[in-house]
């Protein structure tokens, strides 16, 4: 009864190293979602997906990277991490036909120095 | 205009009280509406999720949308310490698989 988990849950690094943050889910949701929360912009979509091999670009995308080869998992990959994007990142899923209903993990919060 | 708009409070209230959130919205493509509650250093969790005008119902918490006039309510009846949280709404329906989300209340129940 695990429904959706976030691995490492916190995580310091510094600017340009290439840092993966994993997200898993045990519900076999087609969506997933990728978001992260600032103080003074809220949640925004990093990027999603529809099913297994199919991803596209939220809101923010830029300096990240996806894949999907499960419908389980879904790891972000910052390429080369910049400071500005030191934040908390939100890995969410949701039921096939109704992606408006998100569940979310506990999050990732990550310090890039 | 903001696509959402939310009072970001602070909101404090004494345990007991009727405690009423809102957001307003400029996007009229929007039909479905949610309510997240997060704890301090926790994910969001959903709440309430409704279709369209309408309320919905679930024990002390009542949700209300009012499409008319771009308005959504989240009502909390006989609050409680354990409701100190942010709540954030959330719609979705404006474009594929977004949400956008409100920049969230801070809601504090004291004892």
């Known amino acids: 009864d695990a429904g959706i988990t976030q691995s490492p849950r916190y995580k310091i690094t510094e600017t340009g190293r290439q840092v993966t943050l994993m997200c898993h889910q045990t519900w076999s949701h087609s969506y997933m979602f990728w978001y992260r929360q600032d103080l003074g912009h809220g949640l925004r979509l990093i990027y999603y997906s529809a099913a297994a091999d199919i991803t596209d670009k939220g809101e923010v995308p830029d300096g990240y990277v996806v894949s999907r080869s499960k419908t389980e998992n879904f790891p972000l990959t910052l390429e080369s991490a910049t400071r500005s994007q030191t934040s908390v990142y939100f890995c969410a899923s949701a039921p096939s036909g109704t992606y408006n209903e998100q569940f979310f993990g506990p999050g990732t919060r990550l310090t890039v120095l | 205009q903001k696509e959402v708009e939310q009072d970001p409070g602070p909101l404090s209230v004494p345990e007991g009280a009727i405690v009423s959130l809102n957001c307003t919205y400029s996007?009229?493509?929007?039909?479905?509406f949610m309510w997240y509650r997060q704890y301090s250093r926790k994910g969001p969790e959903l709440l309430m999720y409704?279709?369209?005008?309408g309320n919905k119902e679930d024990g002390r918490f009542t949700a209300q949308v009012d499409k008319s006039s771009k308005y959504i309510s989240l009502f909390i009846r006989d609050s409680q310490p354990s409701d100190s949280a942010t709540y954030l709404c959330?719609?979705?329906?404006?474009?594929?698989?977004?949400?956008?989300f409100g920049k969230g209340t801070l809601l504090t129940v004291n004892p």
């Open positions: 996007n009229s493509a929007f039909q479905y």
């Open positions: 959330a719609m979705g329906g404006g474009s594929n698989y977004k949400l956008t």
């Open positions: 409704t279709y369209s005008s």
